[in-house]
């Protein structure tokens, strides 16, 4: 796998990452605890490795500009700047999130869940919509 490979497997981690969520969701919604934590340690290891492969893409290339000097400009950094800000305060809770679940303390987990899923979902999302229109369109 090439360098130039990392945006494009970063975007499948992502998408994913974002099925394994709902996936997640319905299952602790449903009920089924064991499987919803099945599907949530496979997103939390989809959304490591994406890091992982984000950094060593960065850490060789650099910062990408966006290419685009027209309407979707302002769009592109309408959705990338909330995505970078939530994505660096949500990993943290993210840990905290695993570590109450870890713990057996599930009403802190739920609690804190109600407000880490979300925004967990918006950035797996959002990151697809960055690399198409950073690399796609």
């Known amino acids: 796998m090439a360098i130039s490979d990392l945006p494009t497997l ?3 981690l992502n998408s994913l990452c974002t ?6 969701y319905r ?9 919803h934590k099945k599907l949530m340690l496979v997103a939390l290891i989809l959304s490591a490795l994406f890091l992982i492969s984000y950094v060593a ?10 290419p685009h000097h027209d309407w979707t400009r302002p769009l592109y950094f309408a959705i990338l700047i909330p995505h970078v800000i939530l994505a660096a305060l949500n990993a943290p809770l993210v840990v905290a ?3 109450f679940a870890w713990r057996k303390r599930f009403q802190r987990h739920k609690r804190l869940a109600r407000w880490v899923w979300p925004v967990w979902m918006f950035i797996s999302i959002s990151g697809v919509i960055v690399y198409v229109m950073l690399y796609l369109i």
């Open 19 to 24: 099925i394994f969520l709902i996936l997640g």
């Open 57 to 66: 893409y960065h850490v060789q290339v650099g910062s990408v500009p966006y």
């Open 10 to 12: 970063n975007a499948a």
């Open 97 to 99: 999130l695993v570590c």
């Open 27 to 35: 299952k602790i919604k449903a009920g089924a605890i064991e499987v």
